[in-house]
């Protein structure tokens, strides 16, 4: 008789078990950050009063520390603390209220700073609890939804909680006051060390130091009291945004200006009427690629400063629309746009002793293009003023530069001239005079059906080494009220971190 044995199954392996535990746990937490972070994302950014400002603060998982926005001047950022969470400010408006009363009376701009720190701790303490509990929340429904048990949420709210406690710890533990008085600047705040001094300047002058925060608050509270008070730009609240500069001459200063007043002003597309580079070449065409980071049209058209390398890198930008003697659309308005004849930093090719007559002709070249369209276009864009007199009668409107002054007037035929002073101050240029060039653009604002200006603004930064900022809106009247009267003019008083 044969004997038959069943076989026997093998243990299980403990290591398995493990694995399988390790692994139902990292779901959990996977899980439970992603819905957190979902959560804090979407919906983790509170308002609060900070001084006489209206201001936004959220977290955003980039790395510790905190960065205060000022637009359109730019930002600061303070390495205060290390961890996963960021905390983020930015100066929305100006509370009319709050600020003329701060105007007036002398004892509370004395203490502007305690009120200011006042304000920023309670709405940073009302940031985290709002923070947290959507954190835990979106963790919670995270995990109800993927994992489908109740329990599951329980944990993941836990596990979350855990997570909040661990992020405090190590902001608590890594706490650097000493930061706080050695801030980095972005953008126009950059000339913000050469009017308080540094960080041991700071400490040995205490007072002088306190008066300068209460002239930062006090006069960026003007520049967005004067921005919330500007007139109607023509009565049309659907009124199309585009801003004019030029000669920006590798200004990183020019650039950030640029960025700011795009996204404070919501401006739909960017008009460039060239000199963007000082030489047209290679190592200067890398900095233009910032170009293609902003999120509107770029129309630009080639100065005599810059080379077709130049114009041809500006092509190959996603939101870049290069003009050489033709016209586009961009945000519904019909440009045309000619580059400049001449090349002057090539001094093999004589173009820089081109005469008047080679600028009037290339003038007369775009006039035709611009009268062979269905419709004359709105903008012409030119580089050199000297280029705008055959355009005149044929568009409305002309842009310029090269000249470095802003200046506008009308031409004999009713076409308005308007030449832009250096986006860029001028470049190294700007530092060979007595003054700086000051670094100044407009925005123009146009009525989306027929495309006729009908104000525009004129923002004007002082050189380097100066920080004060000034913005004018003048109405353009219609056109059947133009009956030789000027238009309106709103001046707004100059704002800067300290006059």
Known sequence: MVKVTEATAPAPSPWRDRGRVAGRWGLRVAVALIGALIAVLLFGRISAPIGPFDATLAFRPLGGGAQVAVPPLGSLAVDVYDGPLRLEIQLQRVDQERARALATDPVRLAG?????????????????????????AGAALASLVVLRRPRESLIAGGVTTALLVGTAGIGVATWRPDALSAPTYTGLLVNANSLIGSA???????DAYRASLEDLVANVGNLYATLA???DPGGADDSVALLHVS???????GFDLVRQVVDQFGVDAVL???????????????????VGTLDVPYVYIRGNHDSAATARLISEQPNG???????????????????DPRFTPDKSTGDDDAGEDVLINTGEALAEVAEAQPEPPAIAMVHDPKMAPPLDGVVPLVLSGHTHRREVSTMDEGTLLMVQGSTGGAGLRGLQGEEPTPLSCTVLYLDPDTGALRAYDEITLGGLGETEV???RVVVPEPEDADGTEAEQSPASPTSPAE
Not at 112 to 135: F, H, M, N, P, Y
Not at 200 to 206: G, K, M, P, Q
Not at 321 to 339: F, K, Q, R, S
């Open 247 to 253: 000669d920006l001459h590798l200004n990183p200063a």
């Open 321 to 339: 629309v290069v003009l050489n003697g033709e016209a586009a659309t961009v945000a519904g308005i019909d440009i045309a746009g000619v580059p």
């Open 272 to 290: 460039d009427t060239g000199d963007i580079t000082d030489w047209g070449s290679q190592p200067e065409n890398q900095l233009i690629t910032r």
């Open 112 to 136: 502007v700073v305690d009120r200011v720190s006042e304000d920023l701790r309670s709405g940073v303490i009302r940031l985290v609890w709002t923070t947290a509990l959507l954190a835990i």
């Open 229 to 231: 008070t500007l007139p």
């Open 200 to 206: 041991e300047d700071i400490v040995a002058r205490f």
């Open 470 to 472: 000034t913005i004018q």
